[in-house]
């Protein structure tokens, strides 16, 4: 009987078995890691990144300072839209010198040697008569883009314009210093403009001040402004005409 049990035992123990067995299936697994990245946006000027440049010169009157700025976007940059501003415009006095003391109403006493400035009256808005021209090179042909009051309305646009368009020659098309404070201007998205600006492409952006004061405007002697220049690029997709605040 003993010999009998344990054989029935081994029997079901290995039908166990096999019925588990029964229940196994073929798989296959497929994994695969992910990467997020942000993407970069990001715009050399001049070679330069971050730009450090600054300028300091002297524009007498009738005098005309330009320059021509090369805008880059790198080469792990994603493509942009690029806007900028004229900004934090001030005017100052600078230093006083005799014909602009007597040109703003100052007297001199030579008794005392010293200025009466009962009636003075300083007068430093340089800024306001200072022209600006403004262009950026649209293409590879030769056409240019033209910051400009074309038709006197007082409104300013971009109007094609060939390279060597004389802009000395208009310059009551152009555009005050003073005026363009605190403005946005786009530079992509604007007509003949680039529609923006491609990685590892240089694009041209012309910058002209020109003093319209003469040998009579002596109350400007001395006189200083000074400015800043912020180029702002930004994502394709974003929908604003002026950086975020």
Known sequence: ?????????????????????TFAYFNDVESAGFTISAGAIDLEVDGENPWCESFDFELKPSWDWEKNFTLHMTADSNPAKVCFIIKDIVDGNGFETEPELWAEGAVYNCITHEWDRANWQPIYNLSDHIKVDIAIQSDTQGMW???????????YEWVAKSEDWDWSSNLDMLPTLGGLNNTWIQLTQDCHNPPYFEPCHNYTFHL??????????NEYQGDTTSFTIEFYATQLDYQGTTPPQ
């Open 1 to 21: 009987m003993r010999r009998i049990l344990t054989s029935i035992m081994t029997i079901g123990v290995v039908a166990a078995m096999m019925g588990v067995g």
């Open 145 to 155: 883009m033209w910051y400009i009051d074309e038709d006197g309305d007082g409104s």
């Open 208 to 217: 002209s001040l020109h003093n319209t004061l003469n040998g009579n405007d």
